[in-house]
């Protein structure tokens, strides 16, 4: 879009800042939840969604500049914390007891850091693409909200290469998928060319990869296989 105001790399810059102030409202509304007994694992899931739905910035951000991609500023401070509250020793630190599952700060260099990574890379590699929408929509909705359904409502469970999952998880993973996924194409405009046998097919491929992940790896091979799906499909990205 053209700026509203000023030049365009002011323009991004404000943009930028919305976004990175955005998200720290977000956590500490979760971290203060947290503390008056409302349950880390929605908390989490929550974080993961508000997260991931970075992607609802991207059509403020003026594309004739190179600062478009400050994008990535909000998820690239986030490795930076997640690197140094990963590190150290402080089980006592808010982010800690929101984002992890056991409260050992070592759990935030794994699933955490690499959501926040792969954020980084596709608001560069692919910002404003077809794919790079997709992927994170499926992995910031999917994914993102199949482990609470699971837990919560799958009493069928199965086992694979990774931790055990559920059928509800994972038809969690298709319908919240492609449930995210189109709120996320309308919201970025890349609806009109998107090739709508691509996304569905990447849905299933997603919910297939996602039952087979290794615990964690699915933050990465969630998104690779949904860029590889458009590639071999659509010759691009």
């Known amino acids: 879009m053209e700026p509203l105001f000023g030049s365009p790399w002011l323009w991004n810059c404000i943009v930028a800042v919305v976004e990175i102030v955005?998200?720290?409202?977000?956590?500490?509304?979760?971290?203060?939840?947290?503390?008056?007994?409302f349950p880390s694992d929605l908390s989490r899931k929550?974080?993961?969604?508000?997260?991931?739905?970075?992607?609802?910035?991207?059509?403020?951000?003026?594309?004739?500049?190179?600062?478009?991609?400050?994008?990535?500023?909000m998820p690239f401070i986030w490795v930076l914390l997640?690197?140094?509250?990963?590190l150290s020793k402080n089980t006592e630190d808010p982010a800690v007891k929101t984002m992890t599952r056991t409260g050992?700060?070592?759990?935030?260099?794994?699933?955490?850091?690499?959501?926040?990574?792969?954020?980084?890379?596709?608001?560069?590699?692919?910002?404003?693409?077809?794919?790079g929408v997709v992927a994170m929509a499926m992995l910031t909705w999917g994914d993102g909200l199949a482990p609470y359904f699971g837990q919560k409502y799958g009493h069928k469970k199965f086992r694979t290469f990774g931790p055990e999952k559920s059928y509800i998880g994972s038809l969690t993973v298709l319908i919240a998928g492609l449930?995210?996924?189109?709120?996320?194409?309308?919201i970025t405009g890349v609806t009109p060319?998107?090739?709508?046998t691509a996304l569905l097919?990447?849905?299933?491929v997603v919910t297939i990869v996602e039952a087979l992940s290794p615990r964690d790896l699915d933050n990465i091979l969630i998104p690779l296989s949904v860029i590889i799906v458009f590639y071999l499909m659509t010759g691009s990205f």
């Open 22 to 37: 955005y998200i720290f409202i977000v956590i500490g509304m979760m971290e203060k939840l947290v503390v008056k007994g």
């Open 201 to 204: 097919v990447s849905a299933f």
């Open 46 to 73: 929550i974080i993961h969604i508000a997260a991931g739905s970075y992607l609802m910035f991207w059509p403020l951000f003026a594309t004739t500049h190179w600062t478009k991609y400050l994008n990535v500023a």
């Open 104 to 131: 050992n700060p070592r759990e935030l260099l794994r699933g955490p850091l690499m959501f926040a990574c792969i954020m980084v890379i596709i608001g560069i590699a692919l910002f404003n693409t077809p794919s």
């Open 193 to 196: 060319v998107i090739p709508w």
């Open 179 to 186: 449930v995210g996924t189109f709120i996320m194409l309308l």
């Open 82 to 86: 997640f690197l140094s509250k990963g």
